[in-house]
Every structure is written in structure tokens, then in C-alpha cells.
């Protein structure tokens, strides 16, 4: 059945369509390039892809991969919840206010559930003309494809994806068919695409970077990969800010970070305060741990140190990959990040791994890649106490920029 959806939704991805003036304009790179992107909250900054950024936040990089030169910004325009009508609703105040040359749109997931396929064309028609009669380009996008949930059926997606085609047709539009390429690794490898996912319906951050790995090709006509894009930098800058200023710290940590944050923190702040609930792990289940992970959220936390212990074993992948997704999903604010989380590889607590458990780290370590949050980790040579591992990570995070560079020390 899947196999058949796909079909009939590609028999019109073949769209003719005119390049973008936008690409001329980033390849001049002689006047500023906005974008905006509009969409719900597959568009939006929310926990799936870590609180920090989305695909908007990764196309700007895409693009600037691509175009050196280029002066481009790309504003996120998401929106939980929304559908074209809603959108259409806040396209003034929150799309063409900003004077984009280049407009993407990403609705449908929500439409699906409560809006008929012909309000859905027409509400993306008109934000068309809106964008249009404002001198903006337009990129329709097909979101990506979803785990199949009585609320919302595969089949049903397929018609709107196919509604979006159709309407990036009618309009002699580029269209983003990130639909196709998710569907592409879906066919490819079953196992990958549901690495993909943060929840049955939520791309995690790999999947926000195949999003904006499909839009900058629409785009531009040329391919460009984000796949050696880290998390981004410095990973503690919550913490950082309040220890500065010389706040008080509150830590949520599992062991054995409950017990080494404190001196480590210290050690760079001698006057800190830092208060640590502690997080159980002893005796607990992965699923006991996702159940706990559910009450971080309500706290009240500067930093939060996950570190699952590698003695969990991996049974059922699947079931891992769910749990420790919800794990990290749990211990980040809803939308933007309001506090800093960080998870701590096994082996920097206990470098000397047997097989099967470095293949769980393995494992684990894309999942965190995937949630777009940074490890503490030790390099294979260093042999030194896990205390003096987290002191040196906390000191080389202090000491990175924006661009994950060592800043250098200042001259006397």
C-alpha cells in the first residue's frame, strides 16, 4: 500500500518550472537575500530537532555552503498548530512584513486532519498572490512522510502532498518535495527513515537537514550536504550566562554527573551556587527512564546532563531508539530551548567497552546527533578520572564561539 501512494504522488513531482531569482541573487551575492518560511510546527523551533534551530536555521547554512559570498537570512515562520488558514491569517505580520525575496511554505500536516484538499488549494493559492503581488518568489514544499496513526493515515497525506503538486503546477512553481525524499530512504532502508524521526508525525534535526538539503536544491539547482553539521555552539550558553552574571545554578543530572557538576563547575566559577536534584538511574528501565524523563519539563532547571547507562541493553532497536528519543524529547522546553541539555556518552565514564556495548554508544550517539544536542565525551587516548574529563569539557565549552571555535585567550 505504501508502495502505491508513492507512485501515485511522484507521477506528478516531474513539475516545469522556471529557476529561481533567488539563486541569481545569492550567486551575485551583491545585496542582502531574505527568505522566510512559513509553516506549522514541522517548520517551527520545538523540541524534535533540539529547541535551537529547524530546517529554516539549516537552509541559511546550506545556502551559505553554497554561496560563500551570498549576504542571506532565512526567518522561521512556524507556527505549532497551524494550517493554511491560519497561516494566511499572520502572512502580513509575520511573512511579508519582513520584505522576503523568497517565500517557502510547508502546510498540510495539520490541514489534513480538519481541512478539506479544496480549502487547502485554494488557502495556498492566495497566500501565492499574497507573496506574489508583495514581489516575493514562492517555494511550495511537501512535508515529509509519517508514520501511519489512525488520526492521521498515510493515504491521507498523499492526497495533500498530491494537492501541493498539483497547485505548485497550476502556478508554474518550484516545488521542495521533501515528501519524495523521505519516501526515497523510506524504500531504500526502513531502519534509516525512522531515524529520521523524533515522533510518528515530527522530523528530528536529520530530518530537518534533509528538509533543507531538498529546499536549497529546489532553490539553486545544486546539491549540498549537512551531514558534518554539529550541534550548535557553545552547548552550554544558558548555563554559561547565568554563571557569569552570578546566579544561582540549578542542575538535574544522572549519575555520576549529579555527584562531579558541582567541583567541575567550580572549578571555573569558585563563587558559583549550584544546587543538583539528582536523576535515578539505578535499577531503572529505558521505559522507567522515559517515564521519569516526562516530569523534567515541569521543573525548574538551568542544565540538564542525561547519561543513560550502556548497561541497558539493546534488545529492541526500535524500542531504543523510541525511549532514548524521548528521553532527550522530555528534557527540553516545548518550543524554543529555555534551559541547556547535554548527554554524556558511556564512555566517558567507562572507556573500556565490550563490543556489543560500543555498539550500543554507537547507536546512541545518532540519536543524539539527531536531537541536535552536544555529548560530553573523552578522546580513545585519554585514560584521565571522569572528573577531570567533565572539567576539561566545561572549560573547552566556555572557551568556543558561535562557529565552535577555541576562542583565543586575550594578550597581557
Not at 510546527?41 to 560563500?68: C, D, F, K, N, W
Request: charged letters at 20%; one cysteine or more.
Amino acid at each position: 500500500m505504501r508502495l502505491l501512494i508513492l507512485l501515485l504522488c511522484c507521477c506528478a513531482s516531474a513539475i516545469a518550472a522556471a529557476p529561481l531569482k533567488t539563486a541569481e541573487l545569492l550567486a551575485a551575492g551583491k545585496e542582502p537575500v531574505r527568505i522566510v518560511c512559513i509553516g506549522d510546527s514541522i517548520t517551527g523551533v520545538y523540541y524534535h530537532s533540539g529547541g535551537r534551530r529547524a530546517y529554516p536555521e539549516m537552509l541559511q547554512l546550506a545556502l551559505q555552503q553554497l554561496y560563500p559570498q551570498a549576504q542571506v537570512s532565512v526567518h522561521n515562520a512556524g507556527r505549532s498548530g497551524d494550517t493554511t488558514t491560519g497561516g494566511l491569517k499572520r502572512l502580513e505580520a509575520d511573512v511579508l512584513s519582513h520584505k522576503p525575496q523568497l517565500v517557502t511554505i510547508m502546510f498540510g500536516m495539520n490541514d489534513l486532519v480538519g481541512t478539506s484538499v479544496e480549502v487547502f488549494k485554494k488557502n495556498l493559492r492566495e497566500m501565492i498572490t499574497r507573496c506574489r503581488n508583495a514581489g516575493a518568489e514562492v517555494l511550495l514544499c511537501t512535508q515529509n512522510s509519517i508514520v501511519e496513526t489512525p488520526q492521521r493515515p498515510c493515504a491521507r497525506l498523499a492526497e495533500f502532498t498530491q494537492a501541493i503538486r498539483e497547485t505548485a503546477k497550476d502556478e508554474s512553481l518550484v516545488v521542495a518535495d521533501c515528501f519524495a525524499a523521505f519516501e526515497a530512504v523510506h524504500g531504500a532502508d526502513p531502519a534509516e527513515w525512522d531515524l529520521l524521526l523524533s515522533d510518528t508525525i515530527h522530523p528530528n534535526m536529520a530530518g530537518h537537514k534533509l528538509f533543507a538539503e531538498t529546499l536549497a536544491q529546489a532553490i539553486t539547482g545544486s546539491s549540498v550536504s549537512l551531514q558534518k553539521v554539529g550541534p550548535p555552539t557553545p552547548a552550554l550558553a544558558h548555563t554559561f550566562a547565568k554563571l557569569k552574571a552570578g546566579q544561582p545554578l540549578q542542575v538535574l543530572a544522572m549519575p555520576p554527573y549529579d555527584a562531579l557538576i558541582t567541583p567541575a563547575i567550580k572549578r571555573l566559577f569558585p563563587e558559583a551556587v549550584v544546587k543538583v536534584a539528582s536523576w535515578p538511574v539505578e535499577g531503572q528501565s529505558l521505559a522507567q527512564l522515559e517515564t521519569s524523563a516526562r516530569k523534567v519539563r515541569g521543573a525548574v532547571q538551568d542544565l540538564v546532563i542525561i547519561a543513560v547507562p550502556v548497561e541497558l541493553p539493546l534488545e529492541n532497536q526500535v524500542q531504543f531508539h523510541h525511549s532514548y528519543s524521548w528521553i532527550m524529547n522530555w528534557s527540553l522546553s516545548f518550543g524554543m530551548q529555555q534551559w541547556d541539555v547535554v548527554a554524556a556518552l558511556p564512555s566517558a565514564a567507562r572507556p573500556a567497552l565490550s563490543p556489543a556495548e560500543r555498539r550500543q554508544e554507537a547507536f546512541a550517539r545518532r540519536l543524539i546527533m539527531a536531537q541536535d544536542l552536544s555529548m560530553i565525551s573523552r578522546n580513545n587516548e585519554d585514560d584521565s578520572p571522569l572528573a577531570e574529563v567533565l572539567a576539561g569539557w566545561l572549560l573547552a565549552q566556555m572557551s568556543m564561539d558561535s562557529a565552535g571555535h577555541a576562542i583565543p585567550p586575550l594578550r597581557q
